[in-house]
């Protein structure tokens, strides 16, 4: 068994083209698949292990299912895995039946013996919950998305009823419960791939060689250059249309743009906005535009002693023009951000009194706190373009030519190792953005701003309030929506006071794709899976 599956992992890491590090040959995809473009690589393939990036953005639906997933326009949970649930009254217990019929992908490092079962549900999740678990530790031990939503402390338990039922038992009413395990990051893996890897001590291969049971399996991957999926035939919603999907996350030759419009990809993910109106003249390619679930935003350090004055970080917000930020960068494809929530969620409150442009304003707060002579601060970049914000580079050099003209010197760091998820005592500034996975506001909340996220090391800002806590976790217990609504609303004011982080834009879910391509599904979360997708003569 170790022999064989050493002689894969030397397969896998060359792959099966004539030669690694070759360009991929476009032609012969096209017969059958197509070329994605647009994303860097993956640093793995376990969305549980990632908070954001390809993995759980995109690929994780390829590759995976979870239990349940969330409608595109109710943002509802709907059944998937399992095909029903129930909830005790003391709305702490969860039973989940499954599907009977769910096969596992066969790939070159496993054939499973079995169809998924409730085994493979408990171990996909005691993984995350049990510290002595086996997997545990696997990868580093930190499972960021679950982490900042206090994942561990929700669920107390998960047992096997039987084959077909689970049991999840939490320690408190949660609300957001069931949006949680619908996301791209709560995906089941296979127990028995996980106990042969286990007898061979191979443990890392079930996140760098996955098996899942999504429409297409991982064949092949090149790091920093292409990944090869190929269709699972067994996939229990029927075969996928297309053979193969590519995954172009090379940075060598011309840009992504370039490669689209030279038919080297057929889909080319979140083009930035300066390059819209070059696909729209092209009649070869589709635009696809939805509002997204994001918020492009600037983190503060509360920890740095500047930083830590409420009239700094206020003065910080008003002396930033979104609007020139809309016109230079979003061309048309955005809009401004009045609360870390967007537009399209239940709980959203436009606050224009506290959330504006005023220089004058922002003057005075900084005069107010001691600063009139000038305050020199650090903003972390980063490189890559996301759908919350199409050109991170450009605006920060405006957010910079704001805070000059208030006496502020900012400095950019945008070297690779400056990175929102590992906060940096050399950092005052991050500008930074969430996508989120589910449309509950506690989604956008409790990663981004609670204490439980200070302590995972997620939450940036370093900013903990209790009574911002409290509202929190009242609301995930309420049963009624409208008071609910109440709890959102009255935190969005406590954020709108204390600003550890300064709300910029709301980006558009951008896509182009090859104008042969049909079937693509749009959500406002992520990416959704593959398997209807056909080319058309």
Known sequence: ????????????????????????????IRQNGFVYCG??????????????????????????DSLLTLDPESYEPVANLATSWEVDESGTKYTFTLRDDVAFQTTPWFTASRKMNADDVVFSFRRILDSTHPYHYVGGGVYPWFNGNDFQNLVVDIVALSENQVKFTLS???????????????????KEY?????????????????????????SESQFNDFIRLKRHPNYWKGPAKMEQVVFDVSNRGTGTLAK?????????????????????????????????????????????????????????????????????????????????????????????????????YALALLRD?????G????????????????????????????????????????DDRYDRTEPDESVDLYLTG???????????????LSCDSKRAGLNVSSWCHPDFDFLLDLALEVDKKRYRLNLYRQAQNILNEQFPVIPLNHGMQLQAQHHSLKGFKVSPFNAQPFDKVERTK
């Open 260 to 360: 689209l419009l030279r038919d080297e990809c057929d889909v080319l993910h979140a083009p930035l906005s300066s390059q819209l109106p070059v696909i729209k003249n092209n009649d070869n390619v589709t635009l696809t535009a939805i509002p997204a679930m994001n918020i492009s935003f600037v983190a503060v350090n509360t920890s740095h002693p500047a930083m830590n004055d409420a009239r700094v970080r206020k003065a910080l917000n008003y002396a930033i023009n979104r609007q020139n930020i809309l016109d230079s960068v979003y061309y048309g494809t955005g809009t401004q951000a009045y609360s870390v929530l967007p537009p399209s969620s239940w709980a959203y409150q436009k606050d224009t009194s506290q959330i504006r442009y005023d220089r004058n």
């Open 39 to 64: 994303q860097a690589g993956p640093e793995t393939f376990n969305p549980q292990l990632t908070d954001s990036g390809i993995t759980p953005e995109t690929l994780s639906p390829q590759i995976f």
């Open 369 to 373: 706190a001691g600063y009139s002579e």
């Open 194 to 218: 996980a106990n042969q890897l286990e007898l061979v001590d191979e443990k890392s291969m079930l996140d760098s060689h996955p098996v899942g049971t999504g429409p297409f399996y991982l």
């Open 172 to 190: 408190r009413p949660d609300n957001s419960f069931l949006s949680g395990i619908a996301t791209s990051h709560a995906v089941i893996h296979s």
């Open 1 to 28: 068994m170790k022999a064989f599956i050493k002689l894969t992992l030397g397969l896998f890491s060359c792959g099966l083209l004539t030669g690694c590090g070759e360009a991929i040959d476009h032609g012969k």
């Open 434 to 448: 969430w996508i989120a996975n589910t449309g509950d506001p506690d989604g956008f909340f409790r990663p981004l």
């Open 375 to 414: 305050l020199e601060l650090t903003m972390s970049v980063p490189l890559e373009p996301r759908s919350y914000n199409p050109s991170p580079r450009k605006t920060a050099e405006l957010i910079q030519a704001n805070l000059a003209d208030v006496g502020i010197t900012l400095r950019l760091l945008t």
